[in-house]
């Protein structure tokens, strides 16, 4: 007949890359969705990590949630047993900077991620532990690196009660055009050759309550009065003459994550503690928060996938009309739209991660954006995870309504989402536009 092509046919040529297909294709997704191959190093770490967020940070996790917080750091508490597996795990600023920087920038978003997975509580406390050391090895000051060893307890003070997310705002950038910071909470005062802080810091300390070291970031007086714009930053031993805490906070997400005031009255101490002074304030807000806010982003996108994860299994378990729920068109949609963000936070924090390793200067900007888009789409995650558990979800016999808890704190923890966006715009402005 015309037209016809001689030799044609209907199957694939059996040495097409297609032809090797299953009929029907179906892809069953890595544990993190579609993960590009990992180095040996990454996939052992990952696999590790795992093990200890599963058997270990989920169940203290969650049985730390439903004690009060007094019960949460007393000496028989399971936070104890879990801060002792995590050590035997070796991660710390000193061992991850042994690592390349590309190495490091790869492997700590993993990582992170997987805490986040197991509890975000727990997660956020290991967090805090570490940016004391941290801070020590980025200022070089070898007396800092030897007197607070990785294994100490860190804890990160920097709210204030009557400053929170401002206090983030060194440069005033987002302050209204009559606004005024007003006087800070906690001031160290430069006296030849020590520092001299009073004052107190707000209730959301991260660690507060059990830390062995603070890093402090507050206003300074050089002689002026006090300039929250030209602050200090100082390693300070929670043993120190004059330190004092207040009661662990009660609060409704994160329960594990021990939070609490800190006291300063006239504590005095050599100027060898004092990490940044108030020519390198800014340039210590800047690294702390480059940091903390691409480890947020991680650890949230850990907690969407959990929520995610709960959610799916559901869907396939829980039947209505005579099928599964997840053969029900608005679920299957809800789902996927779930798994959608998940991917694309993932991709965002490992992206920026690897860029801020490995780039002269970390781009605060970028770490912003891991940390608004991995707990956004942890909180939206988790609602939607709610609704398709339905009545079940809001039942603290199921795991998804602490989840849901955990992820709304983390829109105002680390700077709250608002104020970081006007700060990372702001920042995108070339610095000669006026």
């Not at 600023?93 to 390349?100: E, K, Q, R, V, Y």
């Not at 805090?128 to 070089?140: E, F, H, N, R, Y």
């Not at 983030?168 to 001031?187: E, K, M, T, W």
Request: negative net charge; proline residues 7%; hydrophobic residues 40%.
């Amino acid at each position: 007949m015309p037209g016809t092509v001689v030799g044609a046919s209907l199957s694939l040529d059996p040495g097409s890359p297609m032809a090797t297909w299953p009929a029907k294709p179906h892809v069953k997704l890595g544990v993190t969705g579609a993960e590009p191959v990992l180095s040996e190093t990454e996939r052992e770490m990952q696999r590790s990590v795992r093990t200890f967020a599963e058997k270990v940070m989920r169940p203290v996790g969650i049985a730390l949630d439903r004690m009060t917080p007094e019960q949460g750091i007393a000496k028989d508490s399971p936070y104890w047993d879990f801060r002792k597996e995590y050590l035997k795990l070796g991660l710390n600023p000193h061992s991850l900077g042994a690592l390349s920087n590309e190495e490091r920038g790869r492997l700590l978003p993993i990582i992170m991620e997987e805490f986040g997975w197991g509890d975000a509580g727990l997660s956020i406390t290991i967090g805090a532990c570490q940016l004391p050391s941290m801070m020590a090895l980025l200022s070089g000051n070898s007396f800092l690196i030897e007197r607070f060893p990785p294994e100490s307890i860190g804890c990160w003070a920097i709210t204030e009660p009557d400053h929170g997310s401002d206090s983030l705002d060194v440069s005033g950038q987002a302050f209204h055009a009559q606004g005024v910071y007003g006087r800070p909470n906690c001031i160290a005062t430069i006296k030849g050759d020590e520092v001299v802080i009073n004052g107190q810091k707000a209730a959301w300390v991260s660690n507060g309550p059990i830390a062995e070291v603070c890093v402090l970031y507050c206003a300074a007086d050089s002689g002026n009065g006090p300039d929250p714009k030209r602050g200090c930053t100082i390693l300070v031993p929670m043993e120190a003459p004059g330190v004092s805490r207040g009661k662990v906070l009660d609060k409704i997400g994160q329960r594990p994550l021990p939070q609490g005031e800190i006291f300063f009255d006239n504590v005095t101490l050599p100027l060898s503690y004092v990490v940044a002074g108030p020519d390198d304030f800014q340039r210590a807000v800047h690294a702390i928060h480059c940091e903390a806010n691409c480890q947020m982003g991680a650890v949230f996108t850990g907690v969407a996938r959990a929520a995610f994860e709960l959610a799916h299994a559901y869907a396939h378990e829980r039947k209505q009309g005579g099928v599964p729920i997840v053969r029900h068109q608005n679920v299957a949609y809800r789902l996927f739209h779930m798994y959608r963000k998940i991917e694309a936070s993932r991709a965002l924090v490992q992206r920026v991660s690897l860029f801020n390793a490995c780039a002269p200067v970390p781009a605060l900007h970028a770490a912003m954006t891991c940390k608004i888009t991995g707990t956004q789409t942890a909180f939206e995650v988790a609602s939607d995870a709610i609704q398709i558990f339905g009545g079940n979800g809001l039942a603290r016999e199921y795991p998804i309504e602490k989840i849901f808890r955990d992820a709304r704190a983390s829109l105002i923890e680390d700077g709250c989402n608002e104020l970081l966006a006007l700060k990372g715009g702001f920042n995108l402005i070339h610095p000669d536009a006026w």
